[in-house]
């Protein structure tokens, strides 16, 4: 690995570490997330360090989340390590067969083409904002580099497997916890978000206010398991604290919930099975295609921006089109096609 490379990596590591708050420190008196970046930015000899200063507080200003900014941090501390790896310190310089050349460094080392897409994308928001601040030249936007990536259909977790997980599951908490990602669908990011103010019994539902990845916001329905488990659990949180599923000082943390879902994959056999905790929400769709829902109504109901990200559950799940298959197919196997093609 280069020397650029090492440094990279070390950077990389320390942001991801950050969780923005101190040791000690409660929300209420440590630096803002902006605050922290800006500082890593402060300490590192990168080319056009001001213009960079001045994205990021941009995002800031636009309400973007901590999770984007540290995304944006990585992207462009990448990007400007490598210019000026090749020579280069004025953005105003930059061209096309430099985005080219640093897409490439980024694939040599290995990465992950989805992740190169997301830092590409990343970086060409930075390029963006500095067109519009007149210090790139637009004309870099008409050789616009795109990465095609494969559209992986969403892993969802077989009915008798669904059996076996929630018959391994003994803890009261965990079992709420595992219920409400299967039977709403949400994010783990916003299971693990919700206060007890936006659980609604009487109503049966959650407010989730701000969608983890898009800030829509919406809400999500409790079946009458999810409905039993939770009011079992609550009977034995601790009613002190804010978060419905809480850790020892603020919520449950991610790694906290993908342990306890690993835990209860080995305990039912499942640890072969690729399963991650992703793929509840993934499960989720699938059965309410498979029940009739129809798209329009499941696209609200996962926070989906788009339709055609809905439609991946279809391509999956589409038991209509499965049943014209075989109903086709055992015409053909009779020999009942007649005539020229």
Same mark, same amino acid.
């Given at each position: 690995?280069?020397?650029?490379?090492?440094?990279?990596?070390?950077?990389?590591?320390?942001?991801?570490?950050?969780?923005?708050?101190? &040791?000690?420190?409660?929300?209420?008196?440590?630096?803002?997330?902006?605050?922290?970046?800006?500082? #890593?930015?402060? *300490?590192?000899?990168?080319?056009?360090?001001?213009?960079?200063?001045?994205?990021?507080?941009?995002?800031?200003?636009?309400?973007?989340?901590?999770?984007?900014?540290?995304?944006?941090?990585?992207?462009?501390?990448?990007?400007?390590?490598?210019?000026?790896?090749?020579?280069?310190?004025?953005?105003?310089?930059?061209?096309?067969?430099?985005?080219?050349?640093?897409?490439?460094?980024?694939?040599?080392?290995?990465?992950?083409?989805?992740?190169?897409?997301?830092?590409?994308?990343?970086?060409?928001?930075?390029?963006?904002?500095?067109?519009?601040?007149?210090?790139?030249?637009?004309?870099?936007? $008409?050789? #616009?580099? $795109?990465?095609?990536?494969?559209?992986?259909?969403?892993?969802?977790?077989?009915?008798?497997?669904?059996?076996?997980?929630?018959?391994?599951?003994?803890?009261?908490?965990?079992?709420?916890? *595992?219920?409400?990602?299967?039977?709403?669908?949400?994010?783990?990011?916003?299971?693990?978000?919700?206060?007890? *103010?936006?659980?609604?019994?009487?109503?049966?539902?959650? @407010?989730?206010?701000?969608?983890?990845?898009?800030?829509?916001?919406?809400?999500?329905?409790?079946?009458?398991?999810?409905?039993?488990?939770?009011?079992?659990?609550?009977? #034995?949180?601790?009613?002190?604290?804010?978060?419905?599923?809480?850790?020892?000082?603020?919520?449950?943390?991610?790694?906290?919930?993908? @342990?306890?879902?690993?835990?209860?994959?080995?305990?039912?056999?499942?640890?072969? $099975?690729?399963?991650?905790?992703?793929?509840?929400?993934?499960?989720?769709?699938?059965?309410?295609?498979? &029940?009739?829902?129809?798209?329009?109504?499941?696209?609200?109901?996962?926070?989906?921006?788009?339709?055609?990200?809905?439609?991946?559950?279809?391509?999956?799940?589409? $038991?209509?089109?499965?049943?014209?298959?075989?109903?086709?197919?055992?015409? *053909?196997?009779?020999?009942?096609?007649?005539?020229?093609?």
């Amino acid at each position: 690995m280069t020397q650029a490379g090492t440094i990279l990596r070390a950077i990389i590591c320390e942001i991801a570490a950050v969780n923005f708050y101190g &040791a000690g420190d409660s929300p209420k008196v440590a630096e803002s997330p902006v605050d922290r970046i800006l500082k #890593k930015i402060l *300490i590192l000899d990168l080319p056009a360090k001001d213009h960079f200063e001045s994205y990021i507080r941009h995002k800031w200003r636009m309400n973007h989340k901590p999770s984007t900014l540290k995304g944006s941090f990585v992207a462009v501390v990448s990007f400007l390590i490598f210019y000026a790896s090749i020579g280069k310190s004025h953005l105003q310089d930059v061209v096309s067969g430099d985005i080219e050349a640093f897409v490439e460094h980024e694939q040599d080392r290995g990465l992950k083409v989805t992740t190169v897409r997301t830092r590409l994308h990343q970086l060409w928001a930075f390029i963006r904002y500095l067109i519009d601040q007149d210090i790139i030249d637009a004309r870099i936007l $008409k050789r #616009k580099i $795109k990465l095609s990536v494969p559209e992986f259909l969403p892993r969802a977790i077989v009915p008798e497997d669904i059996r076996k997980l929630l018959g391994a599951i003994k803890e009261t908490r965990d079992r709420a916890l *595992i219920l409400v990602l299967l039977r709403t669908g949400m994010r783990i990011g916003e299971v693990l978000d919700v206060k007890m *103010i936006d659980l609604d019994i009487n109503e049966r539902k959650i @407010n989730i206010y701000e969608g983890e990845k898009n800030c829509l916001g919406r809400v999500a329905y409790l079946s009458d398991d999810v409905l039993m488990a939770l009011k079992l659990w609550m009977g #034995k949180r601790d009613k002190t604290k804010e978060y419905l599923f809480h850790g020892l000082k603020r919520g449950l943390c991610y790694t906290s919930a993908r @342990n306890i879902f690993t835990r209860y994959l080995v305990e039912a056999k499942l640890q072969h $099975k690729g399963y991650t905790i992703h793929s509840l929400r993934h499960t989720f769709a699938s059965e309410l295609l498979n &029940a009739g829902m129809r798209l329009e109504c499941l696209q609200v109901l996962m926070g989906h921006r788009e339709m055609e990200m809905t439609r991946r559950y279809a391509r999956l799940t589409d $038991k209509s089109r499965e049943e014209e298959y075989f109903r086709a197919m055992e015409i *053909i196997e009779h020999g009942g096609i007649h005539g020229a093609y």
